[in-house]
């Protein structure tokens, strides 16, 4: 099994910054994908931000571009997310995602971290 740990979220005003990272351990052969996803009250959970396993393709939700960064660190099977320039619509829960491979030739299964609050308020 793969358990996801994340860590960074908290209470911040807008403009500011954080900075959330995710690390995963246990069966990691390989990771294909992380990401990180949103969920603020009332409203279903979206796309934040996605980057490949090897760093070279990243993806962003238009409202975030710009503004935060995805980066990943193989040796570290961790992903981090730096949010810059912080505003209130950016409150949410934050959930890591990871598409990792248990083995050589095991299909990639989808994991989820426990989430991490991040709050924008003045």
């Known amino acids: 099994q793969v358990q996801l740990v994340e860590s960074g979220g908290g209470l911040v005003q807008p403009g500011q910054s954080l900075r959330l990272s995710c690390a995963a351990s246990g069966r990691v052969f390989s990771i294909v994908a992380m990401g990180w996803y949103r969920q603020a009250p009332g409203k279903q959970r979206e796309l934040v931000a996605t980057v490949s396993g090897s760093g070279s393709t990243t993806n962003y939700a238009d409202s975030v571009n710009g503004r935060f960064t995805i980066s990943i660190d193989a040796a570290k099977n961790t992903v981090n997310l730096q949010l810059n320039r912080l505003k209130p619509e950016d409150t949410a829960v934050y959930y890591c995602?990871?598409?990792?491979?248990?083995?050589?030739?095991?299909?990639?299964?989808?994991?989820w971290g426990q989430g991490t609050r991040v709050t924008v308020a003045s």
């Open positions: 995602n990871a598409k990792i491979r248990g083995s050589l030739y095991a299909a990639p299964a989808d994991y």
